[in-house]
């Protein structure tokens, strides 16, 4: 796995950098205070891995802020126990304080597993995790606790994967598109614009899960921002909301392809 960022402007290398010590500083707080202090998996709680992965560590990340749109860093961290991966009790402090850094221009998203089961999922063989571990940046890691060597997925888990993959979204799509749909009746255009881009972006990124080792990846923001100058604050802003989804998801880790930026265009 690449550990520098030297494919990165030298913005993006400062609020990384950035990013990495408030997360760090944060959890080591966390672990100071609250219930379980005596717990000897929280006494020698750490974090093992900082991973970059998506746009920013293929290097097909878009920063078009005229336009309204900045590709957001999404950070996997690895640490040693299962119930450090809680989002309310270690890692809230951090997401708050990263969105509330002006020195960081961008929206940051994490998923926090711990190591045995990251290693779990590329030992059978998740694609997920070894895209992760293919394009992804090192941006810290403690020794001595390496990953899994990723495994060819077999193709009966293939099958499987891809099925609850595909019965997942799929709804969620229809409902945008009726969504879609109803504005239009209500000629809310613009409501009806949003929707719409919501639902071929989610189907855009719904296509590797099946076909996935016959295609190559798709990057994202194939589908490009609507025109400027149509702009709204998107109902999932506010700390509460992102935590609630951050939560959600931290087992499904798939489920981080559905969100997008807090300001999107309509």
Request: with cysteine; glycine share 6%; proline share 8%.
């Amino acid at each position: 796995m690449k550990s520098v960022l030297n494919h990165l402007p030298e913005r993006q290398q400062q609020e990384l950098a950035q990013v990495r010590t408030t997360l760090l500083t944060e959890f080591e707080a966390a672990l100071r205070k609250g219930a379980g202090g005596t717990s000897e998996w929280r006494k020698g709680g750490q974090v093992l891995k900082i991973i970059l992965f998506g746009s920013y560590a293929r290097n097909d990340w878009v920063d078009e802020p005229d336009n309204g749109y900045l590709s957001d860093f999404d950070l996997l961290i690895i640490v040693s126990h299962p119930k450090l991966t809680d989002i309310a009790d270690y890692w809230w402090e951090a997401e708050n304080r990263i969105l509330r850094d002006p020195s960081v221009g961008r929206i940051v998203n994490i998923i926090v597993h711990d190591l045995a089961e990251v290693n779990q999922a590329l030992g059978r063989g998740e694609y997920f995790w070894t895209d992760i571990v293919r394009d992804g940046v090192m941006l810290y890691e403690l020794p001595s606790h390496p990953l899994a060597v990723p495994k060819p997925m077999t193709p009966k888990d293939a099958v499987e994967m891809a099925s609850a993959y595909y019965e997942s979204w799929l709804p969620k799509i229809q409902i945008a598109l009726e969504k879609s749909e109803f504005c239009i009746g209500k000629n809310e255009l613009a409501e009806s614009a949003f929707d719409l881009h919501q639902a071929v972006e989610q189907r855009l990124h719904l296509l590797p899960a099946g076909p996935h080792l016959l295609l190559p990846t798709i990057p994202q923001h194939q589908i490009p921002p609507l025109p400027r100058g149509r702009r709204r604050q998107t109902p999932c802003g506010g700390l509460a909301a992102r935590a609630a989804h951050r939560q959600a998801t931290l087992r499904n880790p798939e489920a981080r392809l559905c969100r997008g930026p807090i300001l999107r265009p309509v």
